[in-house]
């Protein structure tokens, strides 16, 4: 299975900071990596995918890069809104598999 | 407005079977994978299941491959997930989630149900 590593594991930040999470994949993943976006008590969210594209209706503020095995997500301006846990995902290879999570708090 | 329901979920014993469904709503169900994804009381994300738009293809997690079976049935925009010979370790709330790319199985989701909590547990 492709482990996918999230660091850090939390943070915390404020509003208005510029906040980057990383993921790393024990194997290469081509393009094949999205990330979501997690509320307590609430489903996921997908937020990007193929490493850099935004779903539709997600602020210009979340950006994603990197390629192969090295993944990151930033949110150049850290809203109320985006506090939160943030998971990177694989579709590259079954089964399907997420980081452990970054949670983001205030 | 792309809608999905989830239902089914509640209180099992261990050993026992349950069977979960997922109705979707604003897109044209059969031509996207469905998938089912779960998430363990405090812990992270886990996939499941994924199945084809047409229904030809499944796949599985190694942790539910033999005891959950993915089934989906187009006439009623529904996807299934029977879940067999259940342990406490299957505890979780289930969502599914719609394949983001007409038929393709191996791409990121778009969408995602509110989820449905299952309790194994004697």
């Known amino acids: 299975d492709i482990q996918m590593t999230q660091s850090p594991s939390s943070l915390s930040a404020s509003v208005g900071d510029r906040v980057t999470i990383t993921c790393r994949a024990s194997?290469?993943?081509?393009?094949?990596l999205a990330w979501l976006q997690q509320k307590p008590g609430r489903a996921p969210k997908s937020l990007i995918y193929?490493?850099?594209n935004l779903e539709t209706g997600v602020p210009s503020q979340f950006s994603g890069s990197g390629s192969g095995t090295d993944f990151n997500i930033t949110i150049s301006s850290l809203q109320p809104d985006d506090f939160a846990t943030y998971y990177c995902?694989?579709?590259?290879?079954?089964?399907?598999?997420f980081g452990q999570g970054t949670k983001v708090e205030i | 407005e792309v809608q999905l329901l989830e239902s089914g979920g509640g209180l099992v014993q261990p050993g026992g079977s349950l069977r979960l469904s997922c109705e979707g709503s604003?897109?044209?169900?059969?031509?996207?994978?469905m998938s089912w994804v779960r998430q363990a009381p405090g812990k992270g994300l886990e996939w499941v299941s994924v199945m084809s738009g047409s229904g030809a293809s499944t796949y599985y997690a190694d942790s539910v491959k033999g005891r959950f079976t993915i089934s989906r049935d187009n006439s009623k925009n529904t996807v299934y997930l029977q879940m067999d010979s259940l342990r406490a370790e299957d505890t979780a709330v289930y969502y599914c989630?719609?394949?983001?790319?007409?038929?393709?199985?191996?791409?990121?989701?778009?969408?995602w149900g509110q989820g449905t909590l299952v309790t194994v547990s004697s």
């Open positions: 194997q290469d993943i081509g393009n094949d």
């Open positions: 989630a719609k394949g983001s790319l007409r038929g393709v199985v191996r791409k990121h989701w778009d969408y």
């Open positions: 995902q694989q579709y590259n290879t079954f089964p399907w598999t």
């Open positions: 193929d490493i850099s």
């Open positions: 604003g897109f044209i169900f059969n031509i996207y994978a």
